[in-house]
T-cell receptor, first 114, second 114 residues
Framework: DAGVIQSPRHEVTEMGQEVTLRCKPI?????LFWYRQTMMRGLELLIY????????DSGMPEDRFSAKMPNASFSTLKIQPSEPRDSAVYFC????????????FGSGTQLSVL | KNQVEQSPQSLIILEGKNCTLQ??????????LRWYKQDTGRGPVSLTI?????NTKSNGRYTATLDADTKQSSLHITASQLSDSASYIC?????????????FGKGTKLSVIP
């Protein structure tokens, strides 16, 4: 298995532009998470999907952030319009339902908003 | 508020030496405590998991300990190697919440130098 696949690995954009981050979870995993990581705050949960349905989006910082999961093998995180304070590493993670809450993370997208 | 505090924030050691990383948590009750290793430019990868009733768990040169009375965990690395250079993140989960409600520490950045 290739693991969780994220794209792009790096994104540099200008303030005000739309940014779309993509994620392909591990096949068979029915839970998907988007996290943001910064030096100051560490890893923060943005949104959690279960069986393609958003269960909790309370971590989404503002209406500028939105996420979708149209099917079991694909999810997007969109920021529109982007701001410099959105600069961070965004991780997608997945796992299968069960008592073991071990997460499998992708390699992340390093986002820089100028 | 549930918190996980890690110390030190960063650590530099010579190759071949041992080291111990600390994790103090206020999450109570909790289900599992997990240590992740995050290489530079990669997503976190699970190293060990302990339930509240376990005292120690080993994974090769990595040994995690847990003292539920003092709410402390430690990760001991024996005979360090250059490949151990990474950030180590302590994560605590709430009972019954699975992978949904996790409290992350900000990590300890370990540098192993020759």
């Amino acid at each position: 298995d290739a693991g969780v696949i994220q794209s792009p690995r790096h994104e540099v954009t200008e303030m005000g532009q739309e940014v779309t981050l993509r994620c392909k979870p591990i096949s068979g995993h029915n839970s998907l998470f988007w996290y943001r990581q910064t030096m100051m705050r560490g890893l923060e949960l943005l949104i959690y999907f279960n069986n393609n349905v958003p269960i909790d989006d309370s971590g989404m910082p503002e209406d500028r952030f939105s996420a979708k999961m149209p099917n079991a093998s694909f999810s997007t995180l969109k920021i529109q319009p982007s701001e410099p304070r959105d600069s961070a590493v965004y991780f997608c993670a997945s796992n299968a339902d069960g008592r073991d809450e071990k997460l499998f993370f992708g390699s992340g997208t390093q986002l820089s908003v100028l | 508020k549930n918190q996980v505090e890690q110390s030190p924030q960063s650590l530099i050691i010579l190759e071949g030496k041992n080291c111990t990383l600390q994790c103090n948590y206020t999450v109570s009750p909790f289900s599992n405590l997990r240590w992740y290793k995050q290489d530079t430019g990669r997503g976190p990868v699970s190293l060990t998991i302990m339930t509240f009733s376990e005292n120690t768990k080993s994974n090769g040169r990595y040994t995690a300990t847990l003292d539920a009375d003092t709410k402390q965990s430690s990760l001991h690395i024996t005979a360090s190697q250059l490949s151990d250079s990474a950030s180590y993140i302590c994560v605590v989960s709430l009972p019954g919440a699975g992978s949904y409600q996790l409290t992350f520490g900000k990590g300890t950045k370990l540098s192993v130098i020759p």
